[in-house]
């Protein structure tokens, strides 16, 4: 490789560390400030804190990059020098090294030579490349968010307390007129069908989820995934769900309306079922790691 060529390889991987700074924190940016993407893999109280640090990292990487640029703009182009001879010669200087040839002017054995290195010897690790994979996709691309793959998996249910909800006032009769459906979150409607007191017997519910299939023919799940912070530590929440005509697409979202089937031979932990009356597709929540009533959806 030519000295011109080195240079070029040195000064690019100079700015590289600051660069990959402003990359990731451009892509933090991209996905808090002014939209939503980030919902689809932390939870909506980190939206402050991703923003505070993209925004650091993208103040560090431009100040760096200035700093780096600053710096050879102030390196000098050419130096002059005299050979032992006392002929003049046009060096370009070397950063970090005594080139000093051995008549002591710094010429070498080649009164011609240029000190180039093309080296840089400011090295960083090179597994803080793989930042960039991340940070390019979510600059080009939106990773959707978990779904059937996650909640297919057994060991991830999450957990519900019964007793964290208040009892539900008793339902209309059959025979009314108007039997308006409860919105409910599909953690509270598991806990509930987990209570004692039965307190969803008759009553209709309507429920948000996403689908995945089921093992019998009219049978299909519906599913939400919650996390503490995010999508890592993503668990389960899933009630089975009976239906007359075709199971809807894996991973589609859909509202429904339906009665709990009590199961009393079913384990303690065994999904809940429901017996679905109508059903209709719905767009993905805003924040899909967040369970809550359909007349909450946002």
């Given at each position: 490789?030519?000295?011109?060529?080195?240079?070029?390889?040195?000064?690019?991987?100079?700015?590289?560390?600051?660069?990959?700074?402003?990359?990731?924190?451009?892509?933090?940016?991209?996905?808090?400030?002014?939209?939503?993407?980030?919902?689809?893999?932390v939870k909506e109280e980190l939206r402050i804190p991703l923003v505070a640090t993209g925004v650091i990292l993208l103040a560090l990487g431009i100040?760096?990059?200035?700093?780096?640029?600053?710096?050879?703009?102030?390196?000098?182009?050419?130096e002059f020098r005299r050979d032992a001879e006392g002929n003049a010669q046009w060096h370009r200087p070397a950063s970090g090294h005594d080139h000093?040839?051995?008549?002591?002017?710094?010429?070498?054995?080649?009164?011609?030579?240029?000190?180039?290195?093309?080296?840089?010897?400011?090295?960083?690790?090179?597994?803080?490349?793989?930042?960039?994979?991340?940070?390019?996709?979510?600059?080009c691309f939106t990773p959707p968010a978990l779904g059937s793959f996650t909640a297919s998996r057994e060991g991830t249910d999450a957990a519900v307390?019964?007793?964290?909800?208040?009892?539900?006032?008793?339902?209309?009769?059959?025979?009314?007129?108007?039997?308006?459906?409860?919105?409910?979150?599909?953690?509270?409607?598991?806990?509930?069908?987990?209570?004692?007191?039965?307190?969803?017997?008759?009553?209709?519910?309507?429920?948000?989820?996403?689908?995945?299939?089921?093992?019998?023919?009219?049978?299909?799940?519906?599913?939400?995934?919650?996390?503490?912070?995010?999508?890592?530590?993503?668990?389960?929440?899933?009630?089975?769900?009976?239906?007359?005509?075709?199971?809807?697409?894996?991973?589609?979202?859909?509202?429904?309306?339906?009665?709990?089937?009590?199961?009393?031979?079913?384990?303690?932990?065994?999904?809940?079922?429901?017996?679905?009356?109508?059903?209709?597709?719905?767009?993905?929540?805003?924040?899909?790691?967040?369970?809550?009533?359909?007349?909450?959806?946002?």
């Amino acid at each position: 490789m030519n000295a011109p060529s080195r240079t070029l390889r040195a000064r690019v991987r100079g700015l590289a560390p600051s660069l990959l700074l402003a990359l990731v924190g451009t892509a933090l940016l991209r996905i808090t400030v002014g939209s939503d993407v980030f919902l689809q893999y932390v939870k909506e109280e980190l939206r402050i804190p991703l923003v505070a640090t993209g925004v650091i990292l993208l103040a560090l990487g431009i100040a760096g990059t200035a700093v780096r640029l600053t710096e050879r703009r102030r390196e000098p182009v050419l130096e002059f020098r005299r050979d032992a001879e006392g002929n003049a010669q046009w060096h370009r200087p070397a950063s970090g090294h005594d080139h000093t040839g051995r008549d002591g002017t710094g010429g070498g054995d080649d009164p011609g030579h240029e000190h180039v290195h093309g080296h840089s010897h400011e090295h960083g690790p090179r597994v803080a490349w793989l930042l960039t994979v991340p940070a390019v996709l979510l600059l080009c691309f939106t990773p959707p968010a978990l779904g059937s793959f996650t909640a297919s998996r057994e060991g991830t249910d999450a957990a519900v307390d019964a007793a964290a909800y208040v009892a539900l006032p008793d339902p209309q009769p059959a025979a009314a007129a108007v039997n308006v459906p409860t919105p409910m979150a599909l953690a509270e409607f598991i806990a509930r069908s987990r209570d004692p007191r039965q307190g969803l017997a008759d009553r209709p519910v309507r429920l948000t989820g996403f689908v995945t299939p089921g093992t019998a023919p009219g049978e299909w799940y519906l599913n939400r995934l919650v996390a503490s912070c995010c999508a890592a530590d993503a668990r389960r929440l899933r009630i089975l769900v009976q239906a007359e005509g075709p199971t809807p697409a894996t991973d589609s979202w859909v509202e429904l309306t339906g009665v709990w089937h009590p199961t009393p031979d079913a384990s303690a932990t065994a999904a809940p079922r429901l017996d679905a009356r109508e059903q209709h597709g719905v767009p993905q929540p805003r924040a899909p790691y967040r369970d809550t009533p359909p007349s909450s959806e946002s």
